[in-house]
C-alpha cells in the first residue's frame, strides 16, 4: 500500500514549549551542578555544555513533537561519552582496559545493570552476589546500580533501553548510518533469542555461581574492560565478545537500521520486556486512524510492531518506547499511553507525562558521565592526553 | 541413611546443575503439569540408571576409573559432548514450531531424533555434569559390598530428587507458545555451551593422561 506523505505530529506551542523547558532547565541545573559550579574552567564548561544540549534537545522534542529523532542524538552521544570517561577512568586506575585477576579477587570489578538478571536467582538462592564488584563506594558500584534500575524499571519498563542504557546509544547510533536498509527481510522469530539468552544465563549462573553473559557474550567488553588474554579460554571468550560487538553492534545495525544487539541478544533487554507489562506507560495504536501503510513496521528497531500489533492496536512486549515509530505515523495513530485510559484520550497529555520522566531520567543519569566525558575531551585537546 | 543425607544436602546443587537441561527441554515441549511430571520422571529414571550403573562400576573397580585427573577429564569430556550434541540435536532437529533458522528446519525434517531424549538427559546429566554426584561415589567407592554401593547410591538419588518437584510447574506457563521456541533456542545455547565445555575437558583430559 502506498503510504501519505508523513505528516509532522504536532509538538507543543512555542509559549508552552519554553514553560515546559524551563521547569526541566530548573530541575536539570540543580541535578547537574549538585548546587555548585565547579572551581575547574573545564569542569564549568562542561557542566554550561551538557546543560546546554539536554535542554535544547528537550525544547526541540517538544517543539517539533518528534521524540526519537532527538533522544537518539542525546542517547547516542551518552553512549559515546561513557567510553570516553569510562576507558579513561580505567586508565587512570589500572593503567589498562584489561582487567586483571587480582581486580577481581579485590573485588573492584564495576557493575554494569547487564548483569542484573545473572544476579536474581543466586541473591534469591544462596544471599550470594556472584559478581566480583564493589556493594557500596567505589566506581559503579552494586547497590547504587540497582537502585537505579528499580527506580528505571517503575518509572519506565522496557524504555529503559532507548532512555537509560549507557549501551543502547551505540546500535542505534550505527543503525541510523544508512538511510535505507541493505537487509529487510528478518524472521521475526529472532526476537526470541534474547529470552533464551536470559534463561540460559540465569539458570547458569545460579548453577555454576557466575555471571555466564559477562564471561562469554558481552559485547560492551571491547569498548569497557575485559580479562587480560592469559589462556586459551580467554583467548576464545575474547574472540567472541569482539565478534558479537563488530556484528551485532556495528555491522547489523548498519545494514538493518535495526538495534540488533538489544533486539536480538541482550538478556537485560528481555528482562525488562517482563517489567513493561507492570509499568504504567506503554504505546498504543488507534485502530480508527490507522491506515495500514505498515511505516511503523518498517521502522521500529526491535521488531516490536507486526500486524498483528495493529489488529491489536498494542505494540509487542519488547517495546522499548523509544517513539520512532510515534514520529514516523503519517496519521498520527500512535501515541505515548498511560494504562487504564482512554484511547485516544489525552494524548499530548500522556506524552509529555512520559517525557518527563523519560527525558529527566536520561540527563540525570547521564549528566555526569557526559561532563566528565566532555573534560576528557577538553584535556586531549589542551594537552594531549585524555588521563591525568 | 548417610546417602539420603547426603543427597538432601546436595540437592539444591543437584537441581541448579540440571534446571539448565530440564527447564528449556520442558517449555520447548510445551507441556502442562501432569505431562511435565512425565518427563521428570523419565529424566530421573536416567538419572537412576546412571546412578547405579556407577554404583556398580564402583564396587567393581573402586575410584581406579578416575585415578588419574587426565582420565577422569577425558571421560568428563566425552560424556559432556555426547550430552552437548543430544541438546543441539533436540533444539535444531527436533522442531515441532517453526525455527527462526529456516535452513536448519530443512534439515530438520529428514533426521529423526530418539524418543526417550529425557531419559537419555537423565542418564548424562546424572554421570557428567553433578557435582554431588562424584562427592556420593568417592564416598561410596571407599566401602567393599556391591549392596552397599547400590543401597548408598539409590538412597543419593531418592535424597536429591526432591528437588526437583517444582519443576514440572513450568507447566503452567504453556499457553504462552512463545516460551516453546525460547525453550529450543535454550536447548540448542545450553548445547554449544556444554559442547565447548566437553572439547576443553576432553583436551585438558588428554593433556593429563
Known sequence: ?388 | MKGFFLGLSNGVTCVAYCTPVLIPYMLGEGKGVAQNFVTLMQFLLGRLAGYLCFAFITWLIGLSIFGGLGSKGLIIGILYIIFSCLMMVYAFFRIDVPCAARSIGYVARKIRVPLLIPVAAGLLSGIALCPPFLLAMTDAAGKGSLSYSLFFFFMFFIGTSVFFIPIPFVGALRRLQALQIVGKMAAGIVGLYYLYTGIMAVIAGAEGI
Open chain 1, 1 to 388: 500500500m502506498k503510504t501519505d506523505t508523513p505528516q509532522v505530529p504536532r509538538g507543543e506551542g512555542l509559549g508552552r514549549t519554553i514553560i515546559l523547558t524551563a521547569i526541566t532547565a530548573v530541575i536539570t541545573a540543580v541535578m547537574f551542578s549538585q548546587g555548585k559550579i565547579p572551581q575547574d574552567p573545564k569542569g564549568a564548561i562542561a557542566l554550561i555544555l551538557t546543560f546546554l544540549f539536554a535542554n535544547t534537545l528537550f525544547f526541540l522534542i517538544i517543539y517539533t513533537g518528534k521524540t526519537d529523532r532527538y533522544r537518539a542524538v542525546y542517547f547516542s552521544t551518552f553512549a559515546v561519552m561513557l567510553i570516553v570517561s569510562f576507558i579513561s577512568h580505567m586508565l587512570e586506575a589500572r593503567g589498562s582496559m584489561s582487567l586483571s585477576e587480582a581486580k577481581v579477587f579485590q573485588c573492584e570489578v564495576p557493575f554494569c545493570h547487564l548483569v542484573i538478571p545473572m544476579t536474581l536467582v543466586p541473591i534469591a538462592l544462596t544471599k550470594t552476589i556472584i559478581f566480583p564488584g564493589s556493594l557500596i563506594g567505589g566506581y559503579a558500584s552494586i547497590a547504587s546500580m540497582f537502585v537505579l534500575w528499580i527506580g528505571a524499571t517503575l518509572a519506565l519498563g522496557r524504555g529503559f533501553c532507548s532512555w537509560s542504557c549507557f549501551y543502547g546509544g551505540l546500535d542505534d547510533g550505527f543503525s541510523r548510518v544508512l538511510k535505507r536498509p541493505v537487509i529487510k527481510k528478518i524472521n521475526p522469530k529472532w526476537i526470541y533469542l534474547p529470552f533464551a539468552v536470559l534463561l540460559f544465563v540465569a539458570l547458569t549462573a545460579a548453577a555454576y555461581l557466575s555471571p555466564t553473559y559477562c564471561i562469554w557474550f558481552c559485547p560492551f567488553k571491547a569498548v569497557t574492560e575485559f580479562n587480560a588474554v592469559t589462556s586459551t579460554e580467554i583467548l576464545i571468550q575474547t574472540i567472541i565478545f569482539v565478534s558479537l560487538f563488530i556484528g551485532l553492534v556495528i555491522v547489523l545495525p548498519v545494514l538493518t537500521k535495526r538495534r540488533t544487539q538489544c533486539a536480538f541478544l541482550c538478556p537485560f533487554g528481555a528482562m525488562q520486556s517482563l517489567t513493561n507489562k507492570i509499568n504504567v506507560f506503554d504505546v498504543r495504536i488507534d485502530k480508527e486512524k490507522c491506515v495500514k501503510c505498515k511505516r511503523c513496521i518498517q521502522v521500529c528497531p526491535t521488531l516490536s510492531m507486526s500486524e498483528e500489533s495493529l489488529e491489536q492496536g498494542r505494540t509487542r512486549i519488547t517495546c522499548m518506547k523509544c517513539g520512532k515509530c510515534i514520529d514516523s505515523c503519517p496519521k498520527g495513530a500512535i501515541s505515548y499511553h498511560i494504562k487504564g485510559t482512554d484511547i485516544p484520550g489525552k494524548r499530548n497529555t500522556y506524552r509529555l507525562l512520559f517525557l518527563f520522566a523519560a527525558f529527566l531520567f536520561l540527563a540525570i543519569f547521564s549528566s555526569h558521565i557526559i561532563q566528565d566525558g566532555i573534560v576528557r575531551i577538553l584535556k586531549l585537546v589542551t594537552t594531549g592526553s585524555m588521563i591525568s
